[in-house]
């Protein structure tokens, strides 16, 4: 951020497709301040079950990233949370923290679709990847702090980044707490996200 600091905590949710360049903004978020730390749910998902999503016991893998959030937060880290993120009951868990004062926001990263193509079969061999999250991907609700980051070529991801850090650094932005609708309680969200993951495993 050119040695700028971020204004406040912040706890920031990447939301996307593979491929679209979540883990690039999180990784230059962290590389530019020393005051942002990263948690990789994918990385965490492997490292303790060896297993893509979804795992045998995801409850543990969310649970087990909203204890490090909490941790870093209370440390005084601002938090990147690196994931997919496709359902709003995850969205909602992840920027659901018991840490105050905390501005929330839910980073959307996205690109044209033929560009996301492309980049998916690039990696994977083929298109299937983007093929089924489009079946999964729920928009975000209205009352989440959503900020649209769009990542289609170099240029287009250092516009959003430009406009990303200066509302980082922003004294007076519409994402502070005060400005935006309460979520669930911790407890209420945890038994919400348990429900919706037993639901999902049984299909």
């Known amino acids: 951020m050119d040695g700028d600091a971020a204004k406040g ?24 301040n020393q005051c942002f730390a990263r948690v990789g749910v994918d990385e965490l998902r492997d490292m303790l079950f060896h297993e893509k999503y979804p795992c045998h016991d995801e409850y543990v893998v969310y649970s087990m990233i909203a204890e490090m959030r909490d941790d870093l937060l209370r440390l ?44 998916t079969a690039e990696k994977f061999g083929d298109a299937a990847p983007v093929v089924a999250y489009e079946k999964r991907w729920e928009q ?17 991801f250092e516009a959003y980044y430009a406009r990303l850090t200066e509302l980082l650094q922003s004294e007076t932005h519409p994402f502070k707490p005060e400005f935006h609708t309460a979520l669930l309680s911790g407890n209420g969200i945890r038994r919400t996200l348990r429900s919706f993951l037993s639901k999902r495993s049984q299909r």
């Open 76 to 119: 005084g880290y601002c938090v990147v949370i690196d994931s997919t993120a496709p359902f709003n009951v995850t969205r909602q868990f992840l920027l659901t923290t018991k840490i105050t004062p905390v501005n929330p926001l839910l980073v959307v990263v996205s690109v044209d679709r033929q560009v996301l193509l492309k980049r």
């Open 9 to 32: 905590l912040w706890n920031i949710v990447l939301s996307g497709y593979p491929r679209a360049g979540k883990t690039m903004l999180a990784q230059r978020l962290v590389a530019e």
């Open 140 to 156: 975000p609700e209205d009352d989440f702090p959503v900020f649209k980051f769009r990542s289609s070529s170099a240029e287009e």
